[in-house]
């Protein structure tokens, strides 16, 4: 059984700093690239971070410079450290895992970027 679980959402202040993980089970983590996917109420889903099985990476403009994604082989974990938090990063954080045409999804962490 194939499991993705997000976790390290919370509340933080504009300016701020979260770093989200996202551990799997149930597959092999090193050969599947991993993105990072945000919804916020209202607005289609949206890729800001990817990670190949190589560890080749890619972000959303919006993120650039913020955002880094980084992964762990030997944990099956995936990380998005955010710096200098904005309230438009407020969203729900997804985890993909993708092979070919097998892809996966967590269950979602919120983020919510507030004073």
């Known amino acids: 059984q194939v499991q993705l679980v997000e976790s390290g959402g919370g509340l933080v202040q504009p300016g701020g700093s979260l770093r989200l993980s996202c551990a799997a089970s149930g597959i092999s983590f090193s050969i599947y690239d991993m993105r990072w996917y945000r919804q916020s109420p209202g607005k289609q889903r949206e890729m800001v971070a990817s990670i190949s099985s190589t560890s080749s990476t890619n972000y959303a403009d919006s993120v650039k410079g913020r955002f880094t994604v980084s992964r762990d082989n030997a944990k099956n974990t995936v990380y998005l450290q955010m710096n200098s938090l904005k309230p438009e990063d407020t969203a729900v954080y997804y985890c993909?895992?993708?092979?070919?045409?097998?892809?996966?999804w967590g269950q979602g962490t919120q983020v919510t970027v507030s004073s």
């Open positions: 993909r895992a993708l092979l070919t045409l097998k892809g996966y």
